[in-house]
């Protein structure tokens, strides 16, 4: 049988969306092979004895250690017969993805819930190192009518689901008000790049700021950011299947991105991590995580506004993806595991404990009742993230589906940005990779 492909599912992987709380469902590609793993279909938890202790690996998203201990603690108030070990399993996504693959790999030392990111969880769905979490959701009563839509389908394949969402988010243009007004600039975020690029040179002469922009760091998370710039101009990574990393308007915000480090020289690259840099001042205003509003909030010694990414000259709304990570069980541990996995699984995203994770990070609260009533009053801010979300859209295929191609956009958006190459030959050996990768790696597994 086909498997029909909710694209809304990959904006888990994924960045953008047309309109992810508003989206509406459409086919994409069908996948052969097997669902997740072989018996997947006669997963059975009846008369399973939850295990007496779980190993939870997160990369505390949105540094979310301390919010995290302390859900973990109310847990085991709450069911003191499982001990739930929090593990730092990586610093970022990549690096808490490289780590499982390990543990897959040597079949042991797996733990029991993992932090999945965007770009990776498609992955251990076809490797089958996942399970599908139905027959659990049925049995522990998991209110998945309550979860806002758009995110918790982002982790449905084959009429089965296979994560649910835990640190979601969108970018956020982040400024420095004192710095806007100085300039005399409204306090707002620009309408369009090209708005911001009109305010650039004031920006940069009144504020005392070595950079108007800060590109957000490209060993980061490039790929992500950058779709806002593609789509705004009519571009994208690519259409369906088919890379369009080269096209005209791809290359045309590309290289209005170059120009604004080199030609106009309003703009720098971060080098780890932009929002540190908008925090430290180092520059007026940034892309960053909604994961990133409560530490710059903390951080920045002036006034922060954040509002929705700029549009381009084709495209002014749609033209924010999200992103963030979902929380899936593993297949090679004990049932005993998946079910103590499960149970804590549920309750981190209970509607208190995803409005205190969203309160002490700025993430996206996943369940619809969630009171955000105290967190609002407190962090206004969090309802532009919250807002942004019905004008998102669902990420391009060749970020979300193909292994590996977030490091290749990485690496060609290096080339442009801090090496001034050429727009349209990066372009054009990214699309060869990016094609490459597809035909040995996923073609072989779509079905005609």
């Avoid at 085991?76 to 790999?105: C, H, M, R, S, W």
Wanted: some cysteine; aromatic content about 10%; glycine content about 8%.
């Amino acid at each position: 049988m086909a498997l029909n492909l909710d694209r809304r599912l990959f904006l888990s992987l994924a960045a953008a969306g047309a309109g992810t709380a508003a989206l509406t469902a459409c086919d994409g590609p069908a996948t052969g092979g097997t669902s997740g793993t072989p018996e997947a279909a006669a997963l059975d938890f009846s008369g399973i004895k939850p295990a007496a202790s779980i190993d939870f690996w997160s990369n505390h998203p949105g540094k979310s250690q301390e919010v995290e201990k302390a859900t973990i603690a109310k847990f085991e108030a709450k069911y003191p017969d499982i001990k739930v070990n929090l593990v730092t399993a990586g610093a970022n996504y990549e690096e808490i993805a490289q780590k499982f693959q390990t543990a897959q790999a040597a079949k042991s030392g797996l733990p029991a819930l993992v932090v999945l990111s965007d770009v990776w969880w498609f992955r251990y769905y076809l490797n089958e190192s996942i399970i599908p979490l139905d027959s659990l959701v049925k049995q522990l009563d998991i209110k998945l009518d309550d979860f806002r839509t758009s995110l918790v389908e982002d982790y449905q394949y084959d009429g089965k689901q296979w994560a649910l969402p835990y640190g979601r988010s969108t970018p956020l243009f982040y400024y420095n008000k004192d710095h806007f007004a100085a300039a005399g600039l409204p306090d707002r975020a620009p309408a369009t790049w090209q708005e911001f690029a009109e305010w650039a040179p004031k920006l940069k002469a009144a504020s005392g700021a070595q950079f108007a922009f800060m590109h957000p760091a490209l060993a980061g998370y490039a790929g992500w950011t950058l779709q806002n710039n593609l789509w705004g101009e009519g571009g994208s990574w690519s259409k369906d299947w088919d890379i369009t990393c080269d096209s005209d308007a791809s290359v045309a915000a590309l290289q209005a991105a170059q120009d604004s480090v080199y030609k106009d020289a309003w703009a720098g690259v971060s080098s780890k991590e932009s929002a540190d840099d908008f925090a430290a001042g180092l520059a007026s205003a940034t892309l960053s995580s909604t994961g990133s509003l409560i530490g710059i909030l903390k951080a920045a010694t002036f006034n922060v506004g954040v509002g929705f990414l700029p549009g381009g000259t084709k495209e002014t709304t749609g033209v924010c993806p999200t992103g963030g990570a979902g929380l899936g069980i593993p297949s090679g541990v004990s049932p005993e595991e998946q079910l103590a996995a499960a149970m804590f699984l549920q309750f981190v995203t209970e509607p208190e404990n995803t409005a205190a994770f969203s309160a002490a990070t700025g993430y996206m609260p996943t369940r619809v009742s969630a009171d955000m009533t105290s967190v609002l009053a407190k962090t206004p801010q969090i309802k532009i993230a919250m807002d942004q979300l019905e004008v998102t859209r669902v990420q391009d295929n060749a970020r979300a589906f193909l292994p590996g191609a977030d490091q290749e956009m990485a690496k060609a958006a290096a080339k442009i940005l801090t090496q001034e190459a050429d727009v349209k030959a990066t372009m054009t050996e990214l699309k060869a990779t990016l094609e490459g990768i597809y035909a040995k790696d996923v073609k072989p597994k779509l079905k005609a």
